[in-house]
């Protein structure tokens, strides 16, 4: 298993400045399986008559029959993207004829896929065993790769098959093709000295590369974005165990230096340059409220979201007094992924009347830092403390709050699900303090209900238990005892678990624990108190914090 064996593997040799690895080998990606013609008698019907298709018209006809239920395929952008590329792939015969996607009638080839699915379900135990043998294969062959003395998991070997891009939101591009991807497509990253891996029979890479200053494996250029795509190792490798890593220490080197920053940005709350003031409280908000630095935009978003250094006038109001408290700002604006940030935070005195002093003379639209820019502030944090992006304010904040909230809520003579409770209100803290916001789950009402269904089940249980055990005669009483006390215990833990959901309403704990908390603090506060590292982290996540698992003490501070 990874980190068996004498020391720790994070902790090894280092390679000088950029250098990633020395020696990597592997076997390239696993193509998507080619595309299989359908059966003669599953037509496709133009303007009401069968219209047998060329291979290639017919397989981009199956990506949008497969998604016929969606709701994608009434959408006006989506229809209109996906039939210019379809023509693409059509003979000139079928272009001549096809020219109106309302004519097209996908609903036979619909049936079929819909048939073949439920084939899927209904298949037998030994087909299933060939199936899951066939992916232990590949997984086996392809899943690995060799970098310097450890054989690593690979994330992502397989290649996504193509199919019709989708996007978030109302994408301008969905509905179009995403192309299959050929080895000619393919950049394959090795070292020289180790075995390359062949391509496909009668095709050729892209290129073969040797670069160690990077650490993906196989690369190629999607065509709906033009955005790279990446083969990288599994988090549970070591080089990611180990960026990981450094992130953590880097908030932990910013808790030591944290009062100086805010020290001097009080300071330049004061300076005669308003460039200075404007960052110092850009700074502040940064520090206080978690905010991002700018507003990194996903490709092709066209929402109007924000971060700290792009607010404009609009996005904050000014409230000398609000609710008996002193100098409120504020906030309502749409940042990263368009979630609303939505907050009223009391300020310094200082700070409130910079705001108002850079608000003077502007219009609504106009930014509130007109003298600042995202690289002018990254610039500055680069210059306070070596390796200091916003990111590492919340990473500082989220982990020391985690840690103190862990400390506060802890109590030592819980039972496990009531420390799980805990530490789970605990993580609700620092989601919220992130923003790290969710819309109820559609689910969420039935799922409820049903919890509590079973909660008042187990109440009915108990009062029968509780009824026997006063009539029950004293050779029995014990054994009775017993039983009721084992429903109470079992009722206990289902009320926990629908206090837990009830709270967990409208927040994202992914997030923050995934990418916000010193995992150590977690491991740490399991080790101390017995809790069994399953409880709070799932599989994946604990591939991915391996290595906090194998460093982390029980007496652990960050
Ligand atoms: C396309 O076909 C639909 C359905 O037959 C029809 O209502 C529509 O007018 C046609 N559009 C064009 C541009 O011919
Ligand atoms: C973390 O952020 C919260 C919310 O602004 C703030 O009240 C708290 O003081 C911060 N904690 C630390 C240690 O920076
Ligand atoms: C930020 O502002 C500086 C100085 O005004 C300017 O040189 C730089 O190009 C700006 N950067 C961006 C990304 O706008
Ligand atoms: C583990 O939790 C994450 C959310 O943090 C989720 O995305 C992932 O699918 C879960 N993995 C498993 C194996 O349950
Ligand atoms: C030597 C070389 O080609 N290096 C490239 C490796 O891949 C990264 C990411 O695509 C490029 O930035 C390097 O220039």
Redesign the pocket.
């Known amino acids: 298993t990874p980190g068996a064996g004498g020391g720790s593997r994070w902790e090894e040799e280092r390679y000088p400045e950029g250098i990633k690895w020395k020696f990597l080998e592997h076997k390239g990606p696993v193509f998507a399986p080619p595309y299989e013609p359908l059966p003669e008698n599953v037509k496709f019907y133009y303007d009401g008559k069968v219209m047998k298709l060329s291979t290639k018209a017919e397989e981009v006809a199956t990506f949008f029959a497969k998604m016929l239920d969606h709701e994608y395929t009434t959408k006006e952008i989506f229809r209109k993207n996906f039939f210019k590329d379809w023509r693409k792939e059509m003979t000139s015969e079928e272009k001549s004829t096809i020219t109106n996607l309302s004519k097209c009638d996908f609903t036979h080839m619909s049936q079929y896929f819909k048939a073949q699915s439920e084939a899927r379900k209904q298949m037998s135990k030994e087909e299933k065993q060939k199936i899951k043998e066939e992916n232990e294969r590949l997984l086996k062959e392809y899943g690995y790769c060799v970098m310097d003395n450890h054989k690593e998991r690979i994330a992502n070997f397989k290649i996504e098959p193509p199919g019709l891009f989708r996007g978030r939101g109302n994408h301008p591009k969905m509905g179009m093709l995403k192309r299959r991807i050929m080895p000619e497509d393919i950049i394959i990253?090795c070292s020289k000295d180790s075995k390359i891996p062949p391509p496909p029979p009668g095709h050729k890479w892209k290129e073969v590369?040797h670069?160690n200053?990077?650490t993906w494996l196989v690369?190629w250029t999607e065509n709906i974005q033009g955005s790279?795509k990446y083969i990288m190792l599994n988090p549970s490798s070591r080089i990611k165990g180990e960026k990981d890593w450094q992130k953590y220490e880097t908030a932990r080197r910013l808790k030591k230096c944290v009062d100086k920053i805010r020290n001097q940005y009080r300071e330049d709350w004061k300076s005669k340059e308003m460039k200075v003031r404007q960052r110092a409280v850009a700074l502040y908000f940064i520090d206080k409220l978690a905010l991002r630095a700018g507003n990194e935009k996903e490709e092709g978003e066209t929402a109007d979201t924000v971060g700290c250094c792009s607010l404009r006038v609009e996005h904050i109001k000014l409230h000398p007094e609000l609710d008996g408290q002193e100098y409120v700002v504020e906030f309502d604006f749409l940042g990263k992924d368009s979630i609303r940030y939505y907050n009223k935070v009391p300020v310094e005195k200082r700070v409130f009347k910079n705001l108002q002093l850079f608000m003077e003379n502007k219009q609504p639209e106009d930014d509130l830092f007109d003298r600042l820019n995202t690289s002018i502030l990254n610039k500055h944090l680069q210059d306070l403390m070596e390796g200091l992006t916003a990111k590492v304010f919340r990473t500082y904040n989220a982990s020391i709050t985690l840690q103190q909230q862990l400390k506060e809520l802890t109590n030592p003579d819980d039972n496990i699900p009531a420390k799980i409770l805990s530490y789970n209100r605990a993580n609700r803290a620092v989601a919220i303090l992130c923003n790290h916001q969710r819309a109820p789950p559609k689910t969420f009402e039935k799922s409820m209900m049903n919890l509590q269904s079973k909660i008042d089940a187990k109440k009915e249980q108990l009062a029968d238990a509780r009824r026997e055990l006063k009539s029950a005669k004293a050779d029995a009483k014990v054994r009775r005892d017993e039983k009721s006390k084992k429903i109470e215990e079992q009722l206990m833990k289902l009320e926990v678990q629908a206090t837990d959901r009830e709270e967990n309403k409208q927040i994202a704990l992914g997030t923050s624990k995934l990418n916000y908390l010193d995992p150590r603090i977690s491991v740490a506060w399991c080790k101390k108190w017995g809790i069994p590292i399953e409880k709070i982290y799932n599989k994946t996540q604990r591939e991915k914090f391996a290595w906090a698992i194998d460093m982390a003490e029980e007496d652990y501070e960050f």
Request: hydrophobic content about 30%; charged content about 45%.
């Open positions: 990253n590369r670069d200053k990077v690369s790279i």
